[in-house]
Nanobody, 114 residues
Framework: QVQLVESGGGLGQPGGSLRLSCAAYGSIFTIYAMGWYRQAPGKQRELVATISGGSTNYADSVKGRFTISRDNAENTVYLQMNSLKPEDTAVYYC?????????WGQGTQVTVSS
């Protein structure tokens, strides 16, 4: 059973930084892509960033502020969030896409407030 464990959420100040981590456990098979989505109260879940092979993709709202990276040996994906804005407040979910299925983390709350 694949399990994704997230960490690193919490309270950040406007203009500040937070770093999210997500580690995938329970499978020896190749992860084709990993990434992050987020869902703010009353809004739909939206893509934040993805990484697949050497390619990355970002939502326009986070380009230049967030950086996604991956440690393939540890099956871990990171999201470095800089220049935080109040509108970045949301529950952040990581995912890992295998050939046969996509798995999700439990979500970690990020709140940006002074």
């Amino acid at each position: 059973q694949v399990q994704l464990v997230e960490s690193g959420g919490g309270l950040g100040q406007p203009g500040g930084s937070l770093r999210l981590s997500c580690a995938a456990y329970g499978s020896i098979f190749t992860i084709y892509a990993m990434g992050w989505y987020r869902q703010a109260p009353g809004k739909q879940r939206e893509l934040v960033a993805t990484i697949s092979g050497g390619s990355t993709n970002y939502a326009d709202s986070v380009k230049g502020r967030f950086t996604i990276s991956r440690d393939n040996a540890e099956n871990t994906v990171y999201l470095q969030m800089n220049s935080l804005k109040p509108e970045d407040t949301a529950v952040y979910y990581c995912y890992a896409a295998y050939r046969w299925a996509t798995y999700w983390g439990q979500g970690t709350q990020v709140t940006v407030s002074s």
